[in-house]
Nanobody
Framework: QVQLVESGGGLVQAGGSLRLSCAASTSIFGANPMGWYRQAPGKQRELVAAITSGGTTNYADSVKGRFTISRDNPKNTVYLQMNSLKPEDTAVYYC?????????????WGQGTQVTVSS
């Protein structure tokens, strides 16, 4: 069973920055797509950013230009750098390791980390 442990969440003022990390307990990490999702209260979980095993990235329109996803395969870790944060970015953020060719395939999830952006 793959374990994913997120860290780096917290409370930040609007305009501030946070860096989320997700460490995976698996040597297959480098071969799998990874994604960051978020879920705000009363809303469905949504994909924020994804990165393929080769490093190709894609982002939700709402975070383009502000968030950057990256991965360090030797460390089995994926990151989400979040800049120019807005109150609407407030959510629980989850990382996902997908078992297929796309981040939308079935996979393993972390426990989530809370990000709160105050206005």
């Amino acid at each position: 069973q793959v374990q994913l442990v997120e860290s780096g969440g917290g409370l930040v003022q609007a305009g501030g920055s946070l860096r989320l990390s997700c460490a995976a307990s698996t040597s297959i990490f480098g071969a799998n797509p990874m994604g960051w999702y978020r879920q705000a209260p009363g809303k469905q979980r949504e994909l924020v950013a994804a990165i393929t095993s080769g490093g190709t990235t894609n982002y939700a329109d709402s975070v383009k230009g502000r968030f950057t996803i990256s991965r360090d395969n030797p460390k089995n870790t994926v990151y989400l750098q979040m800049n120019s944060l807005k109150p609407e970015d407030t959510a629980v953020y989850y990382c996902k390791l997908a078992y297929g060719n796309s981040v939308s395939a079935s996979g393993s999830w972390g426990q989530g980390t809370q990000v709160t952006v105050s206005s």
